[in-house]
Structures are given as structure tokens and as C-alpha cells.
T-cell receptor
Framework: AQSVTQLGSHVSVSEGALVLLRCNYS??????LFWYVQYPNQGLQLLLK??????LVKGINGFEAEFKKSETSFHLTKPSAHMSDAAEYFC?????????????FGAGTQVVVTP | DGGITQSPKYLFRKEGQNVTLSCEQN?????MYWYRQDPGQGLRLIYY???????QKGDIAEGYSVSREKKESFPLTVTSAQKNPTAFYLC?????????????FGPGTRLTVL
């Protein structure tokens, strides 16, 4: 069975500071990895995903994430936070060997951006 | 514009009533999903459908039912058997149900039981 752990349910960052959201997975095989963002009372929007190829993945809104197999991690970063980055962020994984791509979501990290 | 619509946005239900949440997509996706979201718990899968006229239970299907009679539509019924139905419900779809396929989400329905 696979699982996803997001360290820190709430993160506060200053505007202009680095955003770092942590995601670690537990899986018998290296999974496919996704980051989603959710603004209040809205659905989830894909930020980026890693399936194969380059382990550093760039997404929308200036976010990027790096798959590190040795650390079983897929941390999300953005060099400079904007007020508009205030939202909840979810890491998710799927198992390449499953019969279908069931998403396993982390519990989410709420990001607050302070002026 | 292609996308997923959910209605209503807010829904209030009295105890003992069944309610149906609508989900429609015009993305020509084969697979559709229903999730429940509670604070601090991420998303939990209720039901999924890989193709029209077929659907499977997810992790928390008790007290819920679905149908998939059309490719575009995947309504969710919350029955009176669901003990704690107050939550935010999200519908999603993907081109197929493959492990690399991105799931696209609707705006959600917030259900409150009075």
C-alpha cells in the first residue's frame, strides 16, 4: 500500500520569501507524483506532475518540484511568494503497477502569505 | 469552454432525506470520480467510473450511490444511510483511468445536514 505524508498542515511565509512544501511518499515502487492547489471553496487545480524523465518538474505559477527517489520525496518550491499563493496544497501519488490510477492524496498544507 | 460543472454549489439537507449532487463534464473523458473532503483529511474516494455504464466503490462508499448512464454525467446520491454527510464533495474526471492521467476537478458542492 502506498501513502503520502505532507509535513506541516499550516505554513506561513512572508511575501517575497521562499515557499517550500514537503511531500514524502511510501510505496513499494516509485510512484507517479502530483501537486494540486485548492483555493477556498473551489476545486483542485493541477500545478505539476512527475511521471518519467527529468526529475525537476516545472509547473504553473512559478512552482517547481524535484523527485528524489533516494529520499522518497517530491517537495514543492517557489522562489518568491505572492499574496495570490495563499491556498491549500495537496500532494498525490499513483502506483504505476496498479490496474487503474487511483490517486492517494496527502492531508494538505494550508499556506498563508503575510505582507 | 471545456470543463466540469457541479450543482448546486451549496446544498442543505434534513436528516433522513436523500439528496443528489450533479456532475457534468464536456471534456470527453472516459473516467469520472467522486471525492469527499473533510478538514485535515485530504480527499477520500467515494466512487469511480472508468467507462460509461460501469462504476466501482471507492474507499468510503457506504451510504452513497452513483449511476453512469451517460459519458458526460456522474451523479452522486447521498442517502439517509450516510451517518455524517456534511462535507465538501468534489467530482473529477480524467481522459482514461491510467496512472499518469491528470484528474480535473469541478468546483465542488458543499453539503450541510441540518
Amino acid at each position: 500500500a502506498q501513502s503520502v505524508t505532507q509535513l506541516g498542515s499550516h505554513v506561513s511565509v512572508s511575501e517575497g520569501a521562499l515557499v517550500l512544501l514537503r511531500c514524502n511518499y511510501s510505496s513499494s515502487v516509485p510512484p507517479y507524483l502530483f501537486w494540486y492547489v485548492q483555493y477556498p471553496n473551489q476545486g483542485l487545480q493541477l500545478l505539476l506532475k512527475y511521471t518519467t524523465g527529468a526529475t525537476l518538474v516545472k509547473g504553473i505559477n512559478g512552482f517547481e518540484a524535484e523527485f528524489k527517489k533516494s529520499e522518497t520525496s517530491f517537495h514543492l518550491t517557489k522562489p518568491s511568494a505572492h499574496m495570490s499563493d495563499a491556498a491549500e496544497y495537496f500532494c498525490a501519488v499513483t502506483n504505476p503497477t496498479d490496474s487503474w490510477g487511483k490517486f492517494q492524496f496527502g492531508a494538505g498544507t494550508q499556506v498563508v502569505v503575510t505582507p | 469552454d471545456g470543463g466540469i460543472t457541479q450543482s448546486p454549489k451549496y446544498l442543505f439537507r434534513k436528516e433522513g432525506q436523500n439528496v443528489t449532487l450533479s456532475c457534468e463534464q464536456n471534456l470527453n473523458h472516459d473516467a469520472m470520480y467522486w471525492y469527499r473532503q473533510d478538514p485535515g483529511q485530504g480527499l477520500r474516494l467515494i466512487y469511480y467510473s472508468q467507462i460509461v455504464n460501469d462504476f466501482q466503490k471507492g474507499d468510503i462508499a457506504e451510504g452513497y450511490s452513483v449511476s453512469r448512464e451517460k459519458k458526460e454525467s456522474f451523479p452522486l446520491t447521498v442517502t439517509s444511510a450516510q451517518k455524517n454527510p456534511t462535507a465538501f464533495y468534489l467530482c473529477a474526471s480524467s481522459y482514461t483511468s491510467g496512472a499518469t492521467d491528470t484528474q480535473y476537478f469541478g468546483p465542488g458542492t458543499r453539503l450541510t445536514v441540518l
